[in-house]
């Protein structure tokens, strides 16, 4: 890859930083969201909404904070992720290379587009029992789950985005002295980000889809069992303490993602 | 001329088999050689097959009818003894002007150093110092073709292949390009094929023009030119009207022609 250091970069770094001022600028977006958070403490507070279906938005702040403190939050925090990164992190590297191969060699696509069609629309929170079944009830079932529900969404985009190639810049390349495999990695890899990583955005907000439902149905440790207990045990607090933890990163992971991809992505300004 | 040509084209046909419907005949048995340091356009309607003609000498298209010599070999696919433009530019939109003027250099066999060296020189040749770090997206479509002819001349190849690289320019860019790839192809004197439907542009820039039929390709008329290229008033002059004049009744008929083989 080049790497050209020398004279002024003009690439817009800046635009995409992660400057205090540039989230302070941004915060007036969410302001919906803080007057929903408002709506819900006056009208749990009010009696408006019985406590015991929504217990009052600052007594599930202080059950965070105990669940936070006891390390329970933590622990199962870490396990919920882990198995969510590791799921993703193959479904990105396996549906990158099957999807751009799918594109580059008939072959590879005449034996892999019928199945991964077939199977693309298929809801993946139906295949829970069969992964406890097949791999138990450790992190195999949940990271395999997360790993095959993403990895048809990933698939697609990356075949997609190869596909749309342009034919020209392939000969330049040739033309330029490269092989065919180079130009795999050098010319319809790049061409086929935009897409692909549009593709693994989806597949990212899929993945705490199926990593918290996998928990619910089975597991020891996670924040998806913690939702399941607390929820079964009737600390309603605790539980919606979870359930917004979970939302919180979620919506924190997209954000990232989101930088990561405008800043890779720059060249499309 | 004794010495053997650079480009030989022998009896080249060549169809095109859509996936759905009928197969196209785009040239039909053309025969053509082409001077080592020639300039020649190919001249012709759209649809007659002289794009074509030139992706069968780069190699990007496989000769089944015929053959095409370069330097007396049979091409083999695309390589960097033969550089092309495309005409609308085929930069690489993730690489920024140097980078994609590196791409090339870094398929040979030069120090780092070097490479950096020949690309700031292309590049400045070319009217863009100053724009190595821009992205094709931020270049306007003229720097864009200059980014383009830049990336090509860097690899220096024997034989320059331009697929109407001035079309999606503007008239002014265009002749102010024309002129540049004039001076370019003076001072360092690649054998061209210029495909182009402008006869203007192929009059004015090439030695040769090879006027082709409408579809199926066939070379109708080969003119000569012997202008003095560095005539400024050169196309005022009644030989060069006389010549574009001639060349614009040998184009107008074939494109009558394929449009009422279109409209059939």
Known sequence: MTNITSGNSTSGASATGFSLTGIATRLPRYTPLFLLAIAWEV????????????????????????????????????????????????????????????????????????????FYPMPKSALIPVMVLWLGFGDASKIVLIFVGCLLPITLSAFN??????????????????????????????????????????????????????????????????????????????????????????????????????RVLAWRE | ??????????????????????????????????????????????????????????GFLPVEQGRILVDERPIAGPGPDRGIVFQHFAL?????????????????????????????QFIELVGLAGFEDSYPSQLSGGMKQRAAIARTLAIDPRVLLMDEPFGALDAQTRSLMQAEL???WQRSRKTVIFVTHDVHEAVFLAERIA???????????????HFDKDDPDLTRTREFVETVDHVWNLVRAEAIQAQRSGAA
């Open chain 1, 43 to 118: 009208t749990t507070r009010g009696g408006l909404v019985p406590i015991a279906a929504l217990p009052a938005l600052d007594t599930v702040a202080v059950a965070w904070w105990d669940l936070a403190v006891g390390g329970d939050l933590w622990r199962n925090g870490v396990a919920s992720m882990t198995r969510a990164a590791s799921g993703l992190g193959l479904a990105v590297i396996c549906g990158s290379l099957i999807g751009i191969l799918m594109a580059w060699y008939k072959p590879v696509r005449i034996a892999a587009n019928p199945i991964v069609q077939f």
């Open chain 1, 161 to 262: 985005g190869a596909r749309g190639t342009d034919e020209v810049l392939i000969w330049s390349a040739r033309s330029m002295g490269a092989s065919r495999a180079r130009v795999l990695w050098e010319v319809v890899l790049p061409s086929a980000l935009p897409e692909l990583m549009s593709g693994i955005r989806t597949a990212l907000a899929l993945s705490f889809v199926l990593l918290v439902s996998s928990e619910l149905v089975v597991a020891r440790e996670g924040f998806g069992y913690m939702i399941g207990w607390l929820g079964d045990g009737g600390a309603y607090d605790a539980m919606f303490a979870v359930v917004l933890t979970v939302a919180l990163l979620g919506f924190a992971a997209d954000r990232l993602y989101l930088m990561l991809m405008r």
């Open chain 2, 1 to 58: 001329m004794s010495d053997p040509a650079h480009i030989v084209i022998e009896r080249v046909s060549h169809e095109y088999r859509p996936a759905r419907g009928r197969p196209v005949l785009a040239l039909d048995n053309v025969s053509l050689s082409v001077q080592d340091r020639e300039f020649l356009a190919l001249l012709g309607p759209s649809g007659c097959g002289k794009s074509t003609l030139l992706y069968l000498v780069g």
């Open chain 2, 92 to 120: 690489f939109p993730w690489k920024t002007v140097i980078q994609n003027v590196l791409y090339g250099l870094e398929k040979q066999d030069l120090a780092r150093e070097e490479r950096l060296r020949r690309a700031r």
């Open chain 2, 182 to 184: 004039l001076g370019i």
């Open chain 2, 211 to 225: 006027v082709m039929s409408a579809r199926p390709g066939r070379i109708k008329e080969i003119v000569e030119t």
